[in-house]
């Protein structure tokens, strides 16, 4: 059933008080912004679709997490860029991160690995030329915002207090949370609370990350998981995890979404719905209903 109950049949979106959000690929739409950086090491490669591009992208980048779990997502995804580039080029792999080394020596380090170029970013802006590499990895605040994101989150926060728990850091997400947010005297809604995986020293699905939200949903705003629903376009890495330890979960399976697609066990969430407009929407029928 699409916008509304999956598994969890009588189940209702009021009977929680929390929402945590996955945000690149529920609230952003990350698969365009990242096709569109890695067009140039693509081109002329033997990945032509956009499946076998984010699949190639999310193999590495999965890797690397699990490889670097307290590496910062800016450093993170810049490596990415190097080893798919590597991989799709025949080049040599990037070196290893230079132990206790700082984000100039990683940075360093990536320059040397070499790469067709995606331009600087926005985030760079002013802080002059950009290896390829690093650039990808400031690429996420060019990263757009899916259409009916901003006004779902403003119904939402009118019956739910909205919280994050990212694959990224602090620094990144400040971007994201701009854009999201809008100039201070137009927002209509606000995050509760922001959790990242800088902040967890892992990177979902390890279930210390997930862990250390829960924890930090309780100290800092005391509901227990129960009242929570993990919101999330993920499956791999968010919604079957989560159902996994008995958390309420609403899929939000967007249209041509590749990025951690399980249709099996996107099923078994508690609510599902195509899009957060439909999630928005399905909450206000519970509320004109109540």
């Keep these: 059933m ?14 929680h008080k929390v929402l945590t959000f996955d945000v690149y690929g529920t609230l952003m739409d990350w698969e365009t912004g990242i096709l569109k950086a890695l067009e140039p090491i693509v081109a002329g490669t033997s990945l032509k679709s956009k499946a076998e591009i984010l699949d190639a992208f999310e193999s590495v980048e999965t890797e690397l997490q699990a490889r670097y779990p307290e590496m910062r997502y800016s450093e993170l995804l810049a490596r990415t860029h190097a080893e798919l580039d590597a991989r799709l080029h025949g080049k040599p792999r990037p070196p290893e991160p230079t132990a206790g080394g700082t984000e100039a020596t990683v ?28 650039a990808f990895g400031q690429s996420i605040a060019q990263w757009p915002v899916f259409p009916d994101t901003i006004p779902a989150l403003a119904y939402l926060s009118q019956h739910f207090k909205l919280t994050v728990l990212s694959n990224v850091d602090r620094a990144s997400f400040s971007a994201t949370q701009r854009v999201l947010g809008g100039p201070p005297e137009a927002r209509n809604f606000a995050f509760t609370a922001v959790y990242t995986a800088e902040d967890a020293g892992a990177y979902k699905p390890d279930p210390k990350a997930r862990a250390y939200a829960l924890r930090r949903i309780e100290e800092d705003l005391g509901f227990k998981s129960h009242e929570v629903i993990v919101v999330a376009n993920s499956v791999e890495a968010d919604i079957a995890p989560s159902h996994k330890i008995g958390l309420a979960t609403a ?3 967007r249209e041509g979404s590749v990025i951690g697609k399980n249709e099996v066990e996107g099923s078994r969430a508690t609510f599902k719905f195509r899009s957060l407009g439909e999630m928005a929407e399905a909450l206000r029928r519970e509320v004109e209903g109540a």
């Excluded at 699409?2 to 009977?15: F, H, T, V, Y």
């Design 107 to 134: 940075e360093t380090d990536l320059k040397e690995a070499g790469s067709t170029s995606v331009g600087s970013s926005a985030s760079a802006e002013g802080a002059g030329e950009v290896d390829p590499h690093t």
């Design 251 to 253: 899929w939000v399976n």
């Design 2 to 15: 699409w916008g509304g109950n999956g598994a969890g049949q009588n189940a209702k979106l009021l009977q």
